[in-house]
């Protein structure tokens, strides 16, 4: 993909899943990734991997929803590799399933806090980084459920259609400035986080949620990597303010 060889590209969320597929899609492109997770164990093995085959990766532990670790995760982003071209901010969890009337504030919370405010903190610390260099793609995991609604997922749904308003605001911000902001909007995709829910190969569930796709199977992670490292090449280079559905016709019906 042209316009990714030799930038600079930081993934939260990278220790596993999405994440972990996207990181690997940046380095074998050719860019310096910067692995960002809370479980560090995983992104030492993702930044091992990536190294093993020839590209250039470090680890920085963060957890999205603070403002001094994201700040700290830029900061050193920028003091290994001197700019920051790509920010990929897909850190998020799935949180407490209960409907709206029995949700707690404390896990509403806790999902807004990572899943929403994570994705604002990290865009307010990369941007002034690409405005510096003149040029740069930000490139949000949204859902899905930032298009529709799914019971029982209050908070999870209402972060995830939050993150697209927010991606178009910052889209007609920063257009001027050369900088794109985009979102990807998965469909159900074979990562841990479905896999801890209880959604495994040849459950009933499994079966269902494939049903509900016109393809009539999930995802897979390096599926979504391959459209969020597009949206960062120069062949998206009219693209900004977009919600790319890659959902298997999901949304279609
Ligand atoms: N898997 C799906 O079906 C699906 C569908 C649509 C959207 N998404 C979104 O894609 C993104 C990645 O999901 P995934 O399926 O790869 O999940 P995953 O659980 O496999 O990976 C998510 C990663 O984020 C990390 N993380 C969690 N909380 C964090 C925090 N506070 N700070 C930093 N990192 C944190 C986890 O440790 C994990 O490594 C999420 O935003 C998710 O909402 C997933």
Known sequence: MHGISGKVAV????????????????????????????????????????KAAGGDA????????????????????????????????????????????????????KVIGINLTGVFLCMRYEIPEMLKTGAGAIVNVSSILGWVGFANSPAYVAAKHAVIGLTKTAALEYGPQNLRVTAVSPAFIQTPLIENAGITPGSEMYSGLAQMHALKRLGTPEEVAELIVWLCSDAASFMTGSAVLVDGGYVAH
Not at 71 to 84: C, E, H, N, S
Not at 94 to 107: Q, W
């Open 58 to 109: 470090i680890y920085v532990h963060a957890d999205v929803s603070s403002e001094e670790q994201v700040k700290a995760l830029i900061d050193k982003t920028v003091q290994t590799y001197g700019r920051l071209d790509f920010g990929i901010n897909n850190a998020g969890i799935g949180g407490l399933s209960a409907p709206t009337g029995e949700y707690t504030l404390e896990a509403w919370n």
């Open 11 to 50: 993934v939260t969320g990278a220790g596993q899943g999405i994440g972990a597929s996207t990181a690997m899609l940046f380095a074998r492109e050719g860019a310096k990734v910067v692995v960002s997770d809370v479980l560090d164990d995983k992104g030492a093995e993702v930044v091992a991997a990536i």
